[in-house]
């Protein structure tokens, strides 16, 4: 026992939540960038681990490192093709290397809330896209939900006029790119775990981002305020490498596929209650919550929906159509 509370000791001073696994055990590394309290993939993340350790001891053993602390998204598919790691959850902004249909997630007020967006992920294109990208050697597993993104600056954001010549970190997508020069804003793309440290130093003045990330990353600290403005969403992809997965034993694999199925039906369905915990954590932490409108939002939605033309050939007419009809 008390090798296991020193081994244990051992992970988590070194800012890993994972259970040492015995020497000589199947391990699989699961890489992501968040923080794992009120947040929706963090929480999963801890839930998926759990049951695979408890219900697949001896057969598989997870290792969860959170908060980039092994890789972060720029490098984690990377690390996924060599085998470094077996299964990261990168958002599904950071797949434009690998394909450009994911950029229909990222186009501003594309969906009306989390509830559209897993009703697209799991129609026919949706479900599609989760092998779209085996070419290349990923294998997408499952979506995972985070939710509605919000905008934040170091001066109030109330009229999109605001933001004209502020500096704005983006994930790496082409998309944000796109939206952020829609509001007059220069884009800056930045990994996640650099956000908090540019924002403080004012490498860039503001971002977009869903309350789980605001609250678990503390970017109200460093704001002026969050204005709610709901414009697009964060959602994730759980995916591993084509090679691993076909690696597996199929009886491993079957109930390794079958635990993260489960897990995802039950976070995925508390993933907007976990962001409303966040925000209500920001506020009673002292951030400034901004409110819009249906007239200032309205503006919002004028300014940057235009974006959509520029990328209707990469994702599809029908697709957009298709979004458009669930949010009715
Ligand atoms: C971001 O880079 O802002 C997010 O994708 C981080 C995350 O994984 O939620």
């Known amino acids: 026992l008390s090798a296991v509370t020193a081994a244990i000791a051992l992970t988590v001073s070194a800012g890993a939540v994972h259970a040492a696994c015995d020497d000589g055990e199947f391990v699989v590394k699961f890489s992501h960038v968040t923080n794992t309290d009120k947040h929706p993939k963090g929480i999963a993340a ?12 001896g057969k598989m053993c997870m290792e969860v ?4 602390t092994l890789y972060n998204d ?24 690998f394909t450009k249909q994911f950029r229909i997630f990222d186009l501003p007020f594309m969906f009306n809330d989390i ?19 085996q070419r290349r050697g990923l ?39 796109a ?27 503001g971002q977009e981002n869903t309350w789980s990330n605001i609250y678990g990353k503390k970017f109200f600290e460093v704001q002026d305020g969050i204005t709610e403005t709901n414009h ?10 084509v090679d691993w997965l076909d690696s597996l034993e199929p009886d491993v694999r079957d109930q ?21 915990e966040a925000k209500q954590a920001v506020i009673d932490a002292g951030g400034v919550v901004r409110t819009l409108t249906p007239e200032q939002r309205a503006k919002w939605v004028e300014v940057m929906k235009p974006v959509w033309d520029k990328f209707k050939d990469d994702v599809g007419q029908e697709n957009i159509d298709a979004a458009q009809a669930i949010n009715e």
Do not use: C
């Not at 801890?46 to 001891?57: H, I, K, T, W, Y």
């Not at 509830?115 to 990208?133: E, I, K, R, T, Y």
């Not at 390794?256 to 409303?276: D, G, M, P």
């Open 46 to 57: 801890s839930l998926l681990q759990e049951r695979v350790n408890a219900e697949m001891d």
């Open 65 to 68: 490192f959170p908060n980039s």
């Open 74 to 97: 720029n490098k984690v598919l990377e690390a996924l093709l060599q085998g470094d790691v077996q299964l990261a959850a990168p958002s599904l902004s950071k797949f434009e290397k």
């Open 115 to 133: 509830n559209a967006v897993d009703a697209f992920q799991a129609s026919d294109s949706g479900q599609a896209l989760l092998d779209s990208m």
């Open 139 to 177: 294998q997408g597993l499952a979506y995972w939900h985070n939710g509605m993104k919000q905008m934040s600056a170091n001066v109030p954001l109330v009229e999109p006029t605001d933001a004209n010549g502020l500096k704005f970190r983006v994930q790496s997508s082409d998309v944000l790119v």
């Open 179 to 205: 939206q952020m020069e829609a509001i007059g804003g220069n884009p800056q793309k930045m990994a996640f775990s650099e956000v908090y440290g540019g924002l403080q130093q004012g490498t860039v003045d």
């Open 232 to 241: 697009g969403i964060i959602d994730y992809l759980v995916v591993t490498s």
């Open 256 to 276: 390794f596929l079958t635990i993260l199925a489960e897990v995802t039906e039950t976070r995925n369905a508390e993933s907007t209650k976990v962001n409303a």
